[in-house]
């Protein structure tokens, strides 16, 4: 599968060997871009922040984690593939802010966990020109002619361009629900999604509208 400018998962790993990333790394990156079905450079990105991001908790991909991608683009796959966070097992939520950083924890009975958050330091990201301009979108970065550049830099650089934080991850303790049926379409749902007896989709956000034959 090919990439903007033309870079394949084989041409980035071979990018990858021949600047001396780890060989762990190496195979996160190809298992990452299987999944992903090419190597986009915030997965690459991606893959070097989770691994940082476990290392600070002491954890191996077997262990039980919980994570937060503050982006939908690249950073939660990278996260399914490594960390085994998906949303299909409730380890993984995605709030949207817009912000290129991941968060990470290890389970708690409580509705507070100590974890470590992972995003990109833009004051170390002025050392990196040609990343600086694909990740601030700026006009002058050419997928066509920089791409090659991008990831010598982003392979290069490794957690060069990251910060790394302590923090406490706030989350809602799962709550016990029963099942119930939406007063409009008469769907079955969990009783704790419905508002006034209607489910989210009847109340404001249905996604699709029915074909008539």
């Known amino acids: 599968m090919i990439a903007d400018g033309n870079m394949n998962t084989g041409l980035v790993l071979a990018q990858a060997a021949a600047l001396g990333v780890p060989e762990h790394l190496q195979r996160m990156i190809g298992r990452s871009s299987e999944f992903h079905l090419y190597p986009a450079p915030g997965l690459v990105m991606g893959v070097f922040m989770v691994d ?102 982003i392979l290069g650089g490794g957690r060069r361009y990251l910060a790394l934080e302590r923090v406490a991850v706030r989350f809602s303790p799962r709550k016990d629900w029963t099942g119930a049926r939406c007063t409009s379409c008469g769907e079955p749902v969990p009783d704790t999604l419905l508002t006034d007896g209607l489910c989210h989709a009847c109340r404001d956000e249905q996604y699709y509208e029915p074909l008539t034959v």
């Open 52 to 153: 940082w991001a476990m290392e600070g908790l002491h954890a191996t991909p077997g262990d039980k984690l919980y994570a937060v991608a503050e982006t939908r683009k690249c950073l939660p796959d990278a996260l399914q593939v490594i960390a085994h966070c998906t949303i299909g097992n409730n380890r993984l939520r995605i709030l949207n802010t817009g912000r290129f950083a991941i968060a990470m924890n290890r389970p708690s009975t409580g509705d507070v966990a100590e974890g470590v958050r992972v995003s990109v330091d833009a004051e170390k990201l002025d050392e990196f020109p040609t990343m600086h301009a694909w990740f601030m979108h700026d006009r002058r970065f050419d997928k066509k002619t920089m791409t090659v550049a991008l990831f010598d830099e």
